[in-house]
């Protein structure tokens, strides 16, 4: 943030009186301008014994599979925006089931936060930013070419829980590499 | 969002190639500003039979009570921000144990995430944006003086799951008063 959005003054980073961390301020309009993580939600569409994954059509991670997931938008819950995000990148159509992970990705201050969700009828395909969306048996999930870390730990505790039929909710980090 | 914080032209708002919705965007350097939700992390502090509330010395709700909460900081886990929170507002010191309750606030496009805790020991007392911080059994919580809709609530689905000892992760929605 090098201008102030509100006054197109140049901004300083620096602690805020009773603050205790620098943030971008303007010193011509007075303006504080906080910035704070971003949630990224999700699902993982089932049908039978099947997942849903969208092989991406943009980067990162072009050619990836991936679970449907993106940034929530202003305005909108966050099942909703798991439902949105399962139309635009799979044309499908899911009912939310219940929230099933949160992950935090501090390094890129994002918290995903991915459901269980139904997927209500075989109508799904790629959207614009998927090459091609199928459904996966656990055997045949690509986990060498799952796109983000973050999908790959969700996918491997949903495959850890499956076969005891209870998915209670779970935490986690993913940390940068080294 | 009237000037662009990267380069200091003036931003327009409209629908960029692609997307669905209007974005600020910077038609001199090309960024497309995104506005997203934000995060507002808390818990409930608990010590034997009774929880922390905190009543606040700042606008707005001036000298109501509430739980410790407030925006989740870039670089720091939900849980870390919860703990930083109980820190600030009522100088407690708290163990997170589970995530149980999330609050979809989209008229103000806020998402709360509230934890049970349990408070680790009685030195407590007001942070700098407190008045006063006690301990409260459930027939003293001043229900007619809690600062925000969504602290009710929680509270009150607390203490509904509280006598079977079973506290499921709830999700609900605060909607604008008509």
Redesign the interface.
């Known amino acids: ?8 003054n ?2 300083t980073l620096s602690v805020p009186p ?1 603050d205790d ?1 620098p943030r971008f301020l303007c010193e011509r309009c007075g303006t504080i ?7 990224v939600v999700g699902c993982i569409p089932e049908m039978d014994d099947k997942i849903l994954l969208c092989r991406r059509s943009i980067e990162p991670c072009y050619g990836k599979w991936t679970l449907p997931a993106g ?9 909703e925006g798991a439902r949105r995000e399962a139309y635009e990148e799979a044309r499908a159509r899911i009912k939310v089931l ?2 099933y992970a ?1 992950f ?1 990705i ?2 890129v ?1 994002q ?1 995903y936060l991915i459901f269980r969700a139904r997927l209500l009828d075989h109508s799904f395909g790629p959207g ?1 930013e998927s090459l091609e969306v199928r459904l996966f048996s656990e055997t045949e999930i690509p986990w060498e070419q799952l796109a983000f870390r973050v999908i790959e730990e969700t996918l491997r505790q949903y495959f850890r829980d499956r076969p005891a039929g209870l998915f209670p ?1 779970h ?1 986690g ?1 993913i940390f940068q590499r080294k």
Chains 1, 2 share one sequence.
Do not use: A, W
């Open positions: 943030m090098t201008y102030c959005s509100n006054c197109g140049l901004t009773g961390r301008h906080y910035q704070n993580p971003k949630m940034y929530l938008e202003n305005g909108e819950t966050v099942s219940i929230p949160l935090n501090c390094y201050n918290v614009s909710f935490m980090d």
